[in-house]
């Protein structure tokens, strides 16, 4: 299992290569919440969301016969541009395979600005695992899997040891969990700069796969996958159960609209671009489900990238020619 | 006229009340422009936007005698809510008089949020001199002018020191211009910080006063006004014509369709909320006018206030009960 001294190996060895992220508050905030809560923002890490973290340390551990023949993973949106920034920083070749169902503006960043080959596949867990099994049949590619992988998690847990080592002691660290890469290197961070950090996990209740695997003491999964939160619709797997088990106190679920509220408080008052998954953890803090007044509360916002077409779209109708 | 020591008297005299903005980066737009370019995101300033320096400043300079009185301003949106939430932190009563067209998160956040008396009039300059003249008549209230006051200058000013003094020495330094206060706080610090600095004012092409006012050598009006840049629609005073004619040595104007490309890239790119306003500069360095290569380039994003009203209905009408 990953220790706390393979995440301080990790934040050496992609420290000048990710970009380190502000820790934002808000005075508003913490006086309705009664607390303090400092927001790690990784919607302003490169590209747009923590995942580029573990890319960067899995891709600089490659041997020279894996560099050589490249690397390839299966990804909605996120971790594609990650693996893809990543592996042309490292100068290899990367592969991603999408469902067709991914944001548009997650599929451009992936082909157009990082330069990935991107293959689209059929919308379903299985055909993505298909075919990225057959291309690394035929090209001998390195799988990067989105968490089921040590590396991917020391590298995420590398945001909240960036986070404790400029705000300090915590009480509570929020950080949201769809496969558990971020949420099991979260908690692993925590417990190694300091035991007693709570660190809870949040997720939303249409896809409540995580909270019902820590209840059930085995990896559930969920009937319908249909969440505005799309970068968390993925399962737990034995190894980010095993590190959530052990290391995190429980699982908040939230609903839509408190996703959504969430999200909105965010653009509106803190004025940072923050996407649905992002938001669930703050979602999860104002849902009042755990009694926070009077504590210091860390927050990991995971990502930005949403596509704002429409919304541009509207604001370009409004403008004359000049 | 203001000097470089009053913006540092104002620095002290603001500091622990106004937020100290991050400075934002992105590798992408450096290597895009060529340059080094630094964002001072008053967008993240109490308020959303820069106005709370020059507003906090000058009511914390008031006599007893017209702190028991109260303040009063009109505005279009940003310097209502800096001199709302400037009043109720120094404990006096605020009046502002707003244009029945502002944006309605401006006017809530005005009234609601920061707890002023907000007066709406017609949409004229001429009916809200009239009627805040009424109200000075009738209350004596001390009127706090959006940027006809060497205070706000001052305060303002604010901004563009805290960045030299992050970021250290610039070649060009942007900043809007719409009244010209900000523009002429940013001149006479970028000036008494290192009087090389070249410092250009950035407006939209179809409210281009400031610039005609430039070359004409007087105050010049607009026969429109009309740009989705709304915070940028008044024209200079004397008073900070004077200051931006010795001190800045052009202004760009950029048409609405730059302007939009600008805050685009702000909010996909680099996960900010801008108001269109505070988008103008970066639309100004993109526009090609100045040649900027090889140098280190600030811009001041002035604020991050816009009406996200459209955007989460959309949204809203996309989520599923849960």
């Not at 993973?73 to 541009?81: E, I, P």
């Not at 008052?269 to 210091?296: N, Y």
């Not at 990502?303 to 004359?320: A, E, R, S």
Request: charged residues 20%; hydrophobic residues 45%; aromatic residues 6%.
């Amino acid at each position: 299992m990953v220790t706390y001294n393979d995440i301080l190996a990790a934040q050496q060895r992609i420290a000048g290569v990710i970009d380190k992220t502000p820790v934002m508050t808000s005075r508003t905030l913490n006086a309705r919440v009664g607390a303090e809560i400092f927001f790690k923002c990784e919607n302003f890490q490169r590209i747009g969301a923590f995942k580029f973290r573990g890319a960067f340390n899995t891709v600089s551990q490659l041997s020279p016969e894996e560099r050589a023949r490249g690397v390839i993973t299966h990804s909605s949106g996120n971790h594609a541009q990650a693996l893809a920034l990543a592996a042309r920083t490292a100068g290899i070749k990367a592969v991603i395979v999408m469902p067709k169902w991914s944001p548009l503006v997650k599929v451009n960043a992936t082909r157009d600005t990082y330069g990935a080959e991107v293959v689209l596949c059929e919308n379903t867990i299985e055909a993505r695992h298909q075919t990225t099994a057959q291309l690394i049949d035929r090209h001998g590619y390195t799988l990067v899997h989105p968490y089921d992988n040590d590396n991917i998690i020391c590298g995420a847990g590398t945001a909240a040891v960036e986070l404790l080592q400029e705000v300090g002691d915590l009480d509570f660290l929020f950080a949201p969990v769809g496969g558990g890469g971020l949420l099991s290197g979260t908690a692993l961070a925590a417990r190694g700069f300091s035991p007693h950090i709570k660190v809870y996990g949040s997720e939303p209740r249409l896809v409540d796969d995580a909270s019902r695997s820590l209840e059930a003491g085995q990896i559930m999964t969920n009937q319908q996958i249909d969440s505005i939160a799309d970068g968390l619709l993925t399962n737990l797997c034995e190894r980010t159960f095993a590190i959530i088990r052990l290391n995190v106190e429980d699982i908040v679920t939230v609903a839509e609209e408190q996703i959504l509220g969430a999200m909105r408080w965010l653009w509106e008052r803190m004025k940072m671009v923050v996407e649905p998954s992002g938001a669930v953890s703050l979602a999860a803090v104002l849902s009042g489900q755990v009694p926070l007044a009077g504590h210091r509360i860390g927050i990991i916002i995971s990502g930005g990238n949403i596509d704002l077409d429409g919304f541009f779209t509207l604001l370009q109708g409004k403008i004359k020619k000049s």
